[in-house]
C-alpha cells in the first residue's frame, strides 16, 4: 500500500474529503494540462516572446507543486504543507493573469488545476486545523 494514503487514511478529516484514490485520477488529469501549458510559457520565454516576470509565477508554481508531497507525507508538517498549497495557489493566480495578455488560452486552461488547488487549499487547511 502507499505510504501516502496510508498516512491521509490516518488524518482526521472534514466530511467533504474525498477518498485518497481520487487524488490519483484528478493529478492523472491536471499534469498532462499543466505539462503542455508551462511547457509552451516556457518556451514563449526561451524564444524571447515573453519577459522572465512573466514566466516566474509558473515556476514558483512548479516548485511549490513538486514539494508538497514530500513536506505532506515525508515531514508529516501539515502546517507548511498548508502554506505550500497556498503559495501554489497564489502562484497560479499571478501566472494566469500575467500570462493572459499573451496567450489567453494559456489562461482558460488553467481552470480546472485553479479549482482543484482552491479545493485542495481549503481541504488542507481544514486538515491542519483538525490535526494540530
Request: charged share 5%.
Given at each position: 500500500?502507499?505510504?501516502?494514503?496510508?498516512l491521509?487514511?490516518?488524518?482526521?478529516?472534514?466530511?467533504?474529503?474525498?477518498?485518497?484514490?481520487?487524488?490519483?485520477?484528478?493529478?492523472?488529469?491536471?499534469?498532462?494540462?499543466?505539462?503542455?501549458?508551462?511547457?509552451?510559457?516556457?518556451?514563449?520565454?526561451?524564444?524571447?516572446k515573453?519577459?522572465?516576470?512573466?514566466?516566474?509565477?509558473?515556476?514558483?508554481?512548479?516548485?511549490?507543486?513538486?514539494?508538497?508531497?514530500?513536506?505532506?507525507?515525508?515531514?508529516?508538517?501539515?502546517?507548511?504543507?498548508?502554506?505550500?498549497?497556498?503559495?501554489?495557489?497564489?502562484?497560479?493566480?499571478?501566472?494566469?493573469i500575467?500570462?493572459?495578455?499573451?496567450?489567453?488560452?494559456?489562461?482558460?486552461?488553467?481552470?480546472?488545476?485553479?479549482?482543484?488547488?482552491?479545493?485542495?487549499?481549503?481541504?488542507?487547511?481544514?486538515?491542519?486545523?483538525?490535526?494540530?
Amino acid at each position: 500500500m502507499n505510504t501516502n494514503y496510508s498516512l491521509y487514511t490516518q488524518y482526521k478529516k472534514p466530511f467533504f474529503a474525498p477518498p485518497g484514490w481520487l487524488f490519483g485520477v484528478v493529478w492523472s488529469i491536471l499534469y498532462p494540462i499543466i505539462f503542455i501549458s508551462f511547457g509552451y510559457v516556457f518556451y514563449l520565454f526561451f524564444k524571447k516572446k515573453i519577459p522572465f516576470i512573466v514566466v516566474l509565477p509558473f515556476i514558483i508554481n512548479l516548485i511549490t507543486n513538486l514539494v508538497f508531497t514530500p513536506i505532506q507525507f515525508g515531514l508529516k508538517n501539515n502546517l507548511l504543507a498548508a502554506i505550500d498549497i497556498g503559495v501554489v495557489v497564489i502562484s497560479l493566480v499571478w501566472g494566469m493573469i500575467s500570462i493572459y495578455k499573451y496567450l489567453p488560452i494559456i489562461t482558460w486552461v488553467q481552470v480546472p488545476y485553479l479549482l482543484w488547488g482552491l479545493f485542495a487549499t481549503i481541504l488542507q487547511f481544514t486538515v491542519t486545523w483538525l490535526n494540530r
